[in-house]
Every structure is written in structure tokens, then in C-alpha cells.
């Protein structure tokens, strides 16, 4: 057999050439069977289709035109975070520049568990994370998975920087991958703070840490900026105050908001984050990055020495002393994606300006929809937006007629709306990460949403 042709080497290039014109040709016509922003007929169709248009997934023959067939079948049943109808998660539609920059990533393959397999990409790495460090007030940052990683890292720094264990004390808004690493990391049952509002009640946190039992300190607060189900920022100038009068340590979860720091109309909502000991970032969500692309920055760069790990092949003493860079310490993962080059190509090409515009633009778009819900006798408006999430309902529904809504744009392939609780209701949520979405796009949505529930209601 001959041998299939590599990615990389010099003739890499000539020979992904036309392999990418098969994979662009094959997004373009799978977009194009689907239609709209997700497929239509809900998972038992989608299965089935996915299963004719593969066949065996491992036949003893090879087959050549297998990546046309399974990228159009890929395209055909995305949801496509790039339709403006697609409007449910933290799920962004990935800049073009960036998606190339990861095409030469994938190519190259570094993995940054070790300098000699990674030259350039650790030298950038460490550029890049000290770039957006700073912009958290911070001196490092370690790159992640996501804020689920980042979290998990914050719970474990915390828990090493206090000799072994710590109690976490969040929010009931927070994610519930903190919860989760208290549970991986064998912490006590963690403590979760009202927030009736939506936000962590400073008074409430108070109470809480003056409760606490144990020794003073051996404390981890984690505050939200930015909420999973409604974009709220936890009031963190308060909540770091607290725990400076408690001697806890203080951990901010800004894996949706972060990146208003890019934003000079907006920036402000993050005052108080540089008082957090780590702050996590998802530059997947709010920096329309390609999956994963997330952050942990840290203010004291000596908290990351809890992770140093040695192993003779990748980080031996003897070449730490002669000069080659120790990855290990850099992650809890071995081989690792250089998801720093999307990133820096993204940060320069667009620079602090660019990116700033794009997050303003996606806050506008959640301000105009509200309004177009406020306007409307047909719907109800949970809140004004603080970042780009809008949660609304149609007027006087029952919350079992809220979910059907749901479901039935999803499986109509109409639309791609989240569902949220709030106040004891279930909401619609509508999250605005699409700089493109136009006005039009807006009175769409609201009209599908309109007709869906309609229709569900049955003639009248
Ligand atoms: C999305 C999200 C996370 C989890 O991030 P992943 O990238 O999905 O792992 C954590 N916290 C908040 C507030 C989030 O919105």
C-alpha cells in the first residue's frame, strides 16, 4: 500500500491543497442539504441520516471519497452557530482567521508536554498567556479545555495553597463544574450561597463565611462574572471585600464575561475581577474561538508550583538546568493542543479595537431584542441584559408550553434557543454571540417563537 499522504514535511502543503477544496466544497454543499441552523426531524432522523450517509465506520477496504461524504454529513446535521437563528448557548461561531490559524496548528501537531516537541508554540504560549494575564490584572495564565478545567485548576490551586485542603463556597448562580471539582479534588461538601437575584448576595456570603467552622482562611470563594443562564455579574468590588475581611481566598468564574475587558463600554462591569487570587476566561465562548480555547490566570505566579511533575523523558533536571523550558508544570494534561496560536493570530489581527467592537456589537443585539420583547404584549421580559443573554416567555404560557416551544423549533430546525429558570419559571433563552445577526434576524426569532407557541396552543 502507499503510503497516505502527511499533513506536514514539504510536500504537507501540496498535498492538503486539494483536500481542502474537498472539505470547503463539502461544508458548503452540507450547509446547504440543511438549510437552516440545525437539521430538521429531531435525533432519530439525524441518527439515521448520519448512519446512510456513513455506512460502516471501519469497512476492510478503504474508502477515498470518505471525506466528502462524511464532512457534508457533518455540515448537513451541525447546528450552526454562524446562522442567526441559532441563538441557545455559549456556543460561538468561530472566526474564520482563527479556524485557519488551527488548520496549521492541527498540521504541525506540537504538543506542549515538552520543549523539543514544541519550540515555538511553548515560546508563544508563554507570550500569550501572560498577555491575557495581564489584562485580568494577573502575572500567569495556564491555557485549558475550557472554564470546566479552568475551575477544576482554581479548586486545586486553592487547595494546595492551603496546605492540602480547602471549602468551597460558591454561589447557587454558579457553574456546576465547581461543585463538581469539589468533588473530584475529595474537598468537604461545598457551601452554596444564596443568590435570589441571580447574583451572589453579599450579605448572605457574609453570613456564610462567618459561619464556617475550622480554621479562618482555609477558604475558597467563587464568584460568577457572567452567569451560564442569564449573563449576570456577581458584584465582585463587594465580594472580594468580604473575603479579604474573612482571609478567603478569592476565585472569579469569567468564563462568559471576561472578555468585556476588551471593551471600553463595557469594561467597567469587571471592576474588582484583579482582586481574585485566579479568574477564569473561555475565549470559546465571548472570543468566537474555535473549541477549546479557555484560561486560568493567576495573581501569583508561585501558586502554579503546586502542579510541578516530573518525568525523566519530558522535563529531566539536568535539561531544566541547561536551559530547555519545563512544560509539565504548565497543565494537568501530558500531550497538549497548541490552542495559543488560534488565540495570538486572533489578538493581532483584530487587536484590543476589533475585538471590543465585536463583544459591543453582540451586547447590542441582546439590547435590541430585549426591547423588541419589552414592546411586545405577546412576551415577557425576564430582565434587561448585562452582557448578550435575553431570557423571555410568551405572555401567560405555562412552563410545560415554554419547553415545548423549545423542542419544537429544534425539531423543526426553525431555531436554537436555550432554556433557563428563573424566579421560579421556566424561560426562553436567547444568548447573542453572532457580531453578524442583523436587525431582521431579531423580528424572526421572535415571530417563530410566536408562531411555534401558537401553534402548540392548537386553533382558537
Ligand atoms: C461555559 C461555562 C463554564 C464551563 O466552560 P466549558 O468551556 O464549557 O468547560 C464555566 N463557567 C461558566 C460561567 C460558563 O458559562
Not at 488551527?102 to 508563544?124: E, F, K, M, R
Not at 442569564?230 to 468580604?242: E, M, Y
Request: proline fraction near 8%.
Amino acid at each position: 500500500m502507499r503510503t497516505p499522504p502527511l499533513a506536514s514535511g514539504p510536500r504537507g502543503p501540496h498535498h492538503l491543497r486539494p483536500l481542502l477544496d474537498t472539505v470547503l466544497g463539502a461544508l458548503r454543499t452540507g450547509a446547504r442539504a440543511r438549510g437552516g441552523p440545525l437539521p430538521a426531524g429531531g435525533p432519530d432522523a439525524v441518527t439515521a441520516a448520519v448512519r446512510d450517509a456513513v455506512g460502516d465506520v471501519l469497512p476492510d477496504q478503504g474508502d477515498p471519497d470518505a471525506l466528502r461524504t462524511l464532512v457534508h454529513a457533518f455540515a448537513q446535521g451541525a447546528a450552526d452557530p454562524a446562522h442567526p437563528l441559532c441563538a441557545a448557548h455559549l456556543h460561538c461561531p468561530p472566526l474564520a482567521v482563527a479556524a485557519a490559524a488551527d488548520l496549521a496548528a492541527s498540521v504541525l501537531n506540537p504538543s506542549l508536554d515538552s520543549w523539543d516537541q514544541a519550540p515555538a508554540a511553548s515560546a508563544l504560549e508563554t507570550l500569550l498567556t501572560r498577555a491575557l494575564a495581564r489584562e485580568t490584572g494577573h502575572a500567569d495564565g495556564l491555557v485549558t479545555t475550557g472554564g470546566t478545567e479552568a475551575n477544576q485548576l482554581a479548586v486545586l490551586l486553592a487547595r494546595e495553597a492551603h496546605g492540602g485542603t480547602v471549602r468551597l463556597v460558591h454561589g447557587a448562580n454558579a457553574h456546576h463544574s465547581l461543585p463538581r471539582a469539589a468533588w473530584l479534588l475529595g474537598l468537604p461538601e461545598p457551601v452554596a450561597v444564596p443568590a435570589p437575584a441571580g447574583v451572589l448576595d453579599p450579605v448572605a456570603l457574609d453570613d456564610a463565611l462567618t459561619r464556617l467552622p475550622g480554621p479562618r482562611g482555609r477558604v475558597l470563594v467563587a464568584a460568577t462574572a457572567g452567569t451560564t443562564d442569564a449573563g449576570l455579574i456577581d458584584p465582585l468590588p463587594d465580594i472580594a471585600a468580604r473575603c479579604a475581611a474573612h482571609g478567603a481566598r478569592l476565585h472569579v468564574d469569567a468564563a462568559y464575561g471576561g472578555p468585556l475587558l476588551f471593551s471600553d463600554r463595557h469594561r467597567s462591569r469587571l471592576t474588582g475581577l484583579d482582586a481574585a487570587h485566579t479568574v477564569t476566561l473561555d475565549l470559546h465562548k465571548l472570543g468566537w474561538q474555535p473549541v477549546p480555547a479557555g484560561l486560568l490566570t493567576v495573581r501569583d505566579a508561585h501558586d502554579l508550583s503546586a502542579l510541578h511533575h516530573r518525568a525523566d523523558y519530558l522535563n529531566a533536571d539536568d535539561d531544566t538546568e541547561a536551559g530547555l523550558p519545563d512544560l509539565l508544570g504548565r497543565s494537568l494534561r501530558t500531550t497538549r493542543r497548541p490552542d495559543v496560536l488560534k488565540l495570538a493570530v486572533t489578538l493581532r489581527t483584530l487587536g484590543r479595537t476589533g475585538l471590543g467592537a465585536l463583544v459591543d456589537r453582540v451586547c447590542a443585539h441582546a439590547r435590541e431584542f430585549a426591547d423588541l420583547v419589552h414592546d411586545d404584549p405577546r412576551f415577557d421580559l425576564h430582565d434587561r441584559p448585562v452582557i448578550s443573554t435575553v431570557l423571555f416567555r410568551p405572555a401567560h404560557a405555562a412552563d410545560t408550553a415554554v419547553a415545548a416551544v423549545r423542542r419544537h423549533l429544534l425539531t423543526a430546525g426553525r431555531a436554537v434557543l436555550g432554556r433557563a429558570r428563573a424566579d421560579g419559571r421556566l424561560w426562553l433563552k436567547a444568548t447573542f454571540l453572532n457580531p453578524a445577526t442583523r436587525p431582521d434576524d431579531l423580528t424572526a426569532l421572535l415571530t417563530l417563537v410566536h408562531h411555534a407557541h401558537a401553534e402548540g396552543q392548537g386553533p382558537r
